[in-house]
């Protein structure tokens, strides 16, 4: 799915590491919710509540996800990573993601 059609979009940017990652959150009517963002090249390391599915819009990154090894993922791939998890990213090009909530 190229566009999103009927939702709302929170106007506040989330900003994280001084500026190199950020989103914008879209709400459906449904009650879900994704984000929409950037990520400059660099090394991250975020944690989840709810279990996610980042979908990699354009770019190159590797990931770490628990219990595994580092895997390279590019534009067009996507990753699941469980609630109350960490993980780490080695971000090597501007890349353009969709996460998407599923919840616990």
């Known amino acids: 799915m190229s566009q999103?059609?009927?939702?709302?979009v929170v106007k506040a940017a989330n900003i994280y590491f001084d500026g190199k990652v950020s989103s914008r959150t879209v709400l459906f009517a449904d009650?879900?919710?994704?984000t929409l963002g950037?990520?400059?090249?660099?090394e991250y390391e975020f944690g989840t509540s709810e279990k996610e599915i980042m979908e990699i819009l354009a770019g190159e990154l590797d990931v770490c996800l628990?219990?595994?090894g580092w895997?390279?993922?590019?534009?067009?791939?996507?990753?699941?990573?469980?609630?109350?998890?960490?993980?780490?990213?080695?971000?090597?090009?501007?890349?353009?993601?969709?996460?998407?909530?599923?919840?616990?």
């Open 38 to 42: 950037l990520m400059l090249p660099g």
């Open 4 to 8: 999103f059609e009927n939702v709302t």
């Open 31 to 34: 009650g879900s919710k994704k």
């Open 66 to 68: 628990p219990g595994t």
């Open 71 to 104: 895997q390279t993922i590019q534009g067009g791939q996507s990753f699941e990573v469980p609630a109350d998890a960490k993980f780490q990213l080695k971000v090597k090009t501007p890349t353009d993601y969709c996460c998407s909530y599923l919840g616990k």
